[in-house]
C-alpha cells in the first residue's frame, strides 16, 4: 500500500505557484499566423531564457513542419536590440511569413534550426517518452 501525507496533495496547487513565482527569467513568445490552431506559445525558462532549440521545436511541432522548412529573417523595427528585445520572423519554404518570435534573435533561431537539421530532427519523432533521444 502506497502511503503519501495529506500535505502533499492539500498544498500541490501553492506549491506549483510558488514555482512558479521562481522563474523569472526571459520569456520567449511566438505568434503564429493562422491556418495554425494555435494563436501564441509562451516558453520560459531559467536565467539566461530558454535554449534556442526548445523554441525552435515547440515552433515545429505548432507549424507541423521540420526545421529544415524554416528561416528566421531579423524584424526590421528591432534591428540591433537584444535580449528579451529581440525580435524576428520566421518565413516557411515558400518565403511567407508564419510566425514572429519575441524575445530571441534571427542568429539563435537559425543556429538552433541548423542542428535540429543536423540530428535529422523531425517533431512527431522519438518524443519525449522513455527515452530523450530528442531532448
Not at 41 to 64: N, Q
Not at 70 to 92: F, K, T
Not at 122 to 130: A, D, I, L, S, V
Request: proline letters at 7%.
Amino acid at each position: 500500500m502506497l502511503m503519501t501525507s495529506a500535505l502533499s496533495f492539500a498544498d500541490a496547487s501553492a506549491m506549483r505557484a510558488a514555482l512558479a513565482g521562481n522563474d523569472e527569467g526571459p520569456l520567449v513568445v511566438i505568434e503564429l499566423r493562422p491556418p495554425c490552431p494555435s494563436e501564441r506559445i509562451e516558453i520560459s525558462g531559467g536565467f539566461d531564457g530558454p535554449d534556442p532549440i526548445h523554441v525552435v521545436k515547440s515552433l515545429c511541432r505548432a507549424l507541423e513542419c521540420g526545421p529544415g522548412a524554416l528561416l528566421a529573417v531579423e524584424d526590421p523595427n528591432a534591428r540591433g536590440l537584444r535580449g528579451d528585445a529581440a525580435r524576428c520572423y520566421v518565413l516557411n519554404a515558400a518565403e511567407q511569413r508564419v510566425a514572429r518570435i519575441c524575445g530571441l534573435s534571427f542568429a539563435y533561431v537559425n543556429v538552433a534550426a541548423s542542428a535540429l537539421v543536423n540530428r535529422n530532427w523531425r517533431p512527431g519523432q522519438n518524443r519525449e517518452m522513455g527515452v530523450r533521444a530528442d531532448a
